[in-house]
Structure formats: structure tokens, C-alpha cells
């Protein structure tokens, strides 16, 4: 018969074991990895992803390899080649964010070909969150980063100087980069709509269970000098908290800024939410600041939980993103819109 001391001793016993086995099942590898990405061009990064993913390899490197892969194209608009600022600079911005909270971010650097290494090295070598401008290539610099030479690639360079004669802003929805995507003002590496995007987001879940996240863009084409969009914003482009998931955004920048968009959006599934419906909630916020300009304006949420599930939401018809789940299951879906 058993006495209360031994029933609670094989019930701690009972309980211990459960929680080591679930334990167990988390560090041998137990979840099952899942990468997202926004826009067609998260096809390519998710394969770089995926590499790492499935041979159990930290989410932190996934992301950070398969943005990379977007950095290096120059078929679409993130990165070196894509459309300069007003002042004829191609600046970019780029921000990662770890399992452990950890972040780093890097904003208006120029001649650097891959923002999103140095960002990490922020995050991993600094006490600073963020570094910007000329301090941000100083810092790339020191850590090894080649300059690359200051030329607009071809493209750009005759978008810009079509640009100029009129050098009006107007950003055309789901074109983010060029403002002026198609048409007269549209560069050759344009013409495929599906890659008309100065953003890539990416968010990573590993067979640890851990998430993490990247971010990295070339900003609106012929911005005003110095201008910051929500890409290297932890909280606003880009968050991850381990204990519920990931999100990042893309469109216009200074409506994701106004609400913290990808925190919201996590502060979401954590209240409950799954993925697409936090989007949703998020978007809904967008169109409540201001109904007209969100009419106008194009911006897009992806998320991922702890559970692999994922979903994304969009302001306009014409956002899609990638999912990774195997070496054969990379796909896109068109996220469901609120106009």
C-alpha cells in the first residue's frame, strides 16, 4: 500500500520524466523546420535556408544564408544593384534577431554587398543593437567586409537618370523598390513583376525548436538621402521571441514603423492568434491609423510559431511569400488581403 510519502515521490518521479522526455525530444531534433520568406525571389533564399535546416542546423545560419542569396542577385532589387537614393546612393539596411533575443542591425551602409553579415556581427561582437552609415561600413570594414566599388549597375543607373527629369516620388503598390516599376522609368531587371521587390524577409524554425529571423533590403528607390524604412527595425521589419515565433514585414516601411508591425504581430500569437490571423489583426491596425493612405499602399506580414505553422497577411491583392518544408516542398501562396 502505498503511503503519501512514496505516492509523492513516484509522482515527482512521473512528472520528472515527462518533462525530460519532452526535453529530450526538442534537443535530439524533435520539431520539424520550417523556413518562410516574402516575395518570389524567397524561392532561391529558401533553398539556402533549407541546406541548413534539414542537416539540423541552427536557424540563425539559415536565415542568415538564404538572404544572402538575394543580396548576391542582381535580378532582382535587393542589394547593390538595386535603384540609389534621390542623391544617386545605393544605401541598404538589414537586421537579425536570435533565439535568445539577441539582435543586430545595420542602416544606410554603402558598398557592402552582404548587410545581413554585418548586422550579425553587430549583434555578435558589439555592444550596440545598431550602427548606421559611416560608421556601420567602418565597423564592415574592420570585420573583413570588402568595399565594393560606388557604380549603379546598368539598370539603376538608366532608371535614375529617367528618375531624374521629373525626380518625382510615387511608389506604385507591390513594386516597392523603383516607385516607378513598370512603364517608361521601369529598369530591364524589372520586368518580371514577381521580382520587383527591394525586400526580403525570412523567418527560420529549427529541429531544436528554435526561431529566428533576417531582414535585408536596398529601400525605396530614390528615397530622400538617409531615409530609414522599417527594415532594420527590430520590432517593426522584423522580431522574434522563442517562446512564440517570428514575423517580418514588407511594404511600405513608415506605416509598419507607426504600429510596431512584426512585435504586434508576435504579441498576437502569443495572446493565441494563429500566424495569418495575427497578420490579419496587424493589417487591420494599418487600415484603422488611416484608412486612405492604406488604400494607396501596399504592406505585407509573414509569421511563423512554434508549432511550424505559418501564414501571412497583405493590405493589397499581390503579395505572395515562399515556404520550405523539404528538399521538394518550396512553394508560393498569395496571402489573402484586406482591400
Excluded at 71 to 84: D, H, K, T, Y
Excluded at 90 to 113: Q, W
Amino acid at each position: 500500500m502505498l503511503n503519501r510519502k512514496s505516492f509523492l515521490q513516484l509522482s515527482s518521479l512521473g512528472l520528472g520524466s515527462l518533462y525530460f522526455s519532452k526535453l529530450s525530444a526538442a534537443t535530439s531534433g524533435g520539431f520539424k523546420p520550417i523556413v518562410i520568406s516574402t516575395w518570389a525571389e524567397g524561392i532561391n533564399a529558401n533553398k539556402a535556408a533549407w541546406d541548413i535546416l534539414k542537416n539540423k542546423g541552427r536557424s540563425l545560419d539559415a536565415v542568415e544564408a538564404g538572404v544572402m542569396v538575394t543580396e548576391a542577385s542582381q535580378n532582382c532589387c535587393v542589394g547593390l544593384g538595386a535603384n540609389p537614393d534621390r542623391d544617386g546612393f545605393v544605401t541598404l539596411d538589414a537586421c537579425i534577431m536570435d533565439e535568445h533575443g539577441n539582435c543586430g542591425s545595420v542602416g544606410a551602409i554603402e558598398r557592402i554587398k552582404h548587410p545581413i553579415s554585418v548586422a550579425r556581427r553587430v549583434m555578435e561582437k558589439t555592444p550596440h543593437v545598431m550602427l548606421v552609415g559611416e560608421g556601420a561600413q567602418k565597423f564592415a570594414l574592420a570585420e573583413g567586409f570588402p568595399l565594393e566599388p560606388q557604380k549603379l549597375s546598368d539598370d539603376a543607373e538608366r532608371s535614375y537618370k529617367e528618375w531624374l527629369k521629373k525626380s518625382e516620388y510615387k511608389p506604385v503598390i507591390n513594386i516597392e523598390n523603383s516607385g516607378q516599376g513598370h512603364g517608361p522609368f521601369a529598369p530591364s531587371h524589372l520586368d518580371n513583376g514577381d521580382l520587383n521587390h527591394d525586400t526580403i524577409g525570412m523567418v527560420a524554425l529549427d529541429a531544436m525548436g528554435n526561431v529566428s529571423g533576417s531582414c535585408t533590403t536596398s529601400g525605396m528607390g530614390f528615397k530622400m538621402r538617409g531615409r530609414l524604412g522599417d527594415s532594420p527595425i527590430i520590432g517593426a521589419g522584423l522580431f522574434v521571441d522563442n517562446e512564440v515565433g517570428a514575423a517580418t514585414a514588407t511594404g511600405l516601411g513608415e506605416e509598419v514603423i507607426k504600429i510596431c508591425g512584426t512585435h504586434l504581430v508576435v504579441e498576437l500569437m502569443r495572446q493565441g492568434y494563429k500566424p495569418e490571423d495575427a497578420c490579419k489583426k496587424a493589417v487591420e491596425r494599418i487600415v484603422k491609423k488611416d484608412y486612405a493612405k492604406a488604400k494607396e499602399n501596399q504592406v505585407g506580414f509573414i509569421a511563423i510559431n512554434k508549432k511550424g505553422e505559418y501564414g501571412g497577411f497583405c493590405l493589397q491583392k499581390g503579395f505572395n511569400f515562399a515556404v520550405c518544408y523539404g528538399d521538394t516542398t518550396n512553394f508560393l501562396v498569395d496571402a489573402k488581403h484586406y482591400f
